[in-house]
């Protein structure tokens, strides 16, 4: 749905935050699941799960 990349280790920088604009989720999806990776780990075995209201 949507990718961040970042360009450089924030390991310095905590708490880290950014931003992702214009993802579009289906109405009918009601869970998004996030993980992260990068370049040295690759993909993280941890999700977060972000449960969205039901419209």
């Not at 450089?8 to 998004?32: G, K, M, Y």
């Amino acid at each position: 749905m949507g990718t961040r990349v970042l360009y450089h280790p924030h390991e310095n920088e905590q708490p880290f935050t950014r931003s992702l604009s214009d993802v579009t989720i289906a109405r009918e999806n009601h869970l998004v699941i996030i993980r992260a990776y990068d370049s040295i780990h690759d993909l993280s075995s941890q999700a977060f799960s972000l449960k969205l209201p039901e419209n």
